[in-house]
Each structure stands twice: as structure tokens, then as C-alpha cells.
DNA sequence: CGGTATCCGCGTTGATACTG
DNA sequence: CAGTATCAACGCGGATACCG
């Protein structure tokens, strides 16, 4: 699914931001982060209901897509924070409206379902 | 994946918003909407990677979330348009912004890539 | 023209157990 | 605390064929 050859020239760009915020619980790290800094067990307790080995994996894509910041201290216990990368940061007024067009759309959801009854 | 319990109150709009243009071909669709209403055999040329089966699946998604109207010709041969709803629209400047960031986000991956050659 | 129907591979995800 | 490893199950998506 990801780093496919984005040999198209044209709406691509928008595929590609899609890809890379748009795994399933992107958004939502994304949206967390926007925060602040946050420990791993943190954003577990933040996202219940994502498994420990989804956060993981979509944490390293993030960082990999350089959309995240991974800092891990030389302790022990160990301690590894995540926090948006300058880049990563770009994103947020578009989380943003993201989230601000998702509210109005769970609306039109609730809308529609109610008045089929 | 579709239509879970949105139960939870926080950062779960942004996951409904992903959810909703987060399909794998639906920004494209959408970013080729925004130009105005096209038949289906349109949005096929403009996206030829995508098979007809798929394009059919994310339309009707689109449309049954009510971002998408359908619109069908009592004609032979059929013609059937796609056009943005109204609340379809509120996407566009969301869908922009995506797109100017997508844009961003592949001449990084590319940077990244030459610099480890 | 604009779809459905069916089959099936394979990638994604979850569950569980283990670790430095 | 913050992961990795392994295995099994599910469902997305592609290929193909057929239809009104």
C-alpha cells in the first residue's frame, strides 16, 4: 500500500496525502500530537482502542514519512516520546478542518439515520 | 471499516473525516469532482489504474455518506453523472490544502531518496 | 454505457506471548 | 516501559465474466 511509484502527475498529490495521514489511526495520532509531546503508553491510554502493535507500526510509518518525531532516552526504565516533526506540524491546520468538516459530517450521519425512523 | 460506533468524543471527527475521503481511490475522484460533473466512463479515463468494480464501490460509498450525487438518465445508452453535493463542496478547500501538501510531502520523499544515493 | 456477480490471493490486523 | 515475534483470521481489492 505504501511508497507506490507516484509516476501520475495530476490529483496524485492529493493520493499521497491521503496515504500518509491516512492510515487507520493516523488521523488520530496525528490529531493527539498536535498536543504536544506524548510518551507511548500515554497515547495508548489516549487511543484504548488501538492495539499496541497498530501504534507501533503507525508510529514508525509517521517517522519514517518523517511526519514524526521518535526520541528515545538512554534510561531505564526506558522512556521514547513522539512529537511532530517541523515538517509534521504543516499538517495541523489541515487536521484542523479536518476535524472541524468530520464534526459536521457525523452530524449529517446522525441526521440522516434519525430521520429514517 | 465503515460506520463503526462513534462513541468516543475526542479526535474520533478527524478519524470520521479520514474515514470518509480516506478510501483508496476517493480523493482522487473527489479532486477530479471538483472540476464539475463527470460520467462514469469520464472518471475512468482521468484514472485508469482504477478498475471499474472499485470505482463503482467508492462511488456508491461517497454517495451513500452523501458527498456524492448520482445522478441517472432514463436513456439508452445509460448515462450516469457524478457531481459534488453541496455539503460535498465544504471538502474543496480541504482537498486543496491536501494537495498542496501531498505536493510537499513527495519532492520530500524524493529528497530523502537522492540523499541516500 | 454502466454497471453486478463470483472467485480468490495476499496484505493488514488482531491476539497472544515474550523481551531488553 | 516500550516494544518484538509469531500465527491465524479477515476483508480489501484485482481479475474475469456476465447483464439490462
Redesign the pocket.
Known amino acids: 500500500?505504501?511508497h507506490k511509484s507516484y509516476a501520475c502527475s495530476f490529483g496524485c498529490s492529493v493520493e499521497a496525502a491521503i496515504e500518509a495521514i491516512g492510515?487507520?489511526w493516523k488521523g488520530v495520532i496525528l490529531f493527539h500530537l498536535m498536543d504536544g509531546t506524548k510518551?507511548?503508553?500515554?497515547l495508548?491510554r489516549l487511543m484504548p482502542?488501538?492495539?499496541?502493535?497498530?501504534?507501533?507500526?503507525?508510529?514508525?510509518e509517521l517517522e519514517r514519512d518523517g511526519i514524526v518525531h521518535?526520541h528515545?532516552y538512554a534510561e531505564?526504565?526506558?522512556?521514547?516520546?513522539?512529537r511532530l516533526t517541523a515538517f509534521g506540524e504543516t499538517l495541523e491546520p489541515i487536521l484542523k478542518e479536518l476535524e472541524a468538516w468530520g464534526s459536521q459530517y457525523l452530524n449529517k450521519l446522525a441526521a440522516l439515520r434519525s430521520e429514517k425512523e
Chains 1, 2 share one sequence.
Open positions: 500500500m505504501r492510515g487507520k510518551r507511548f503508553n500515554e495508548r482502542s488501538v492495539t499496541q502493535r497498530m501504534l507501533t507500526k503507525q508510529l514508525r521518535r528515545v531505564v526504565p526506558p522512556r521514547v516520546e513522539y
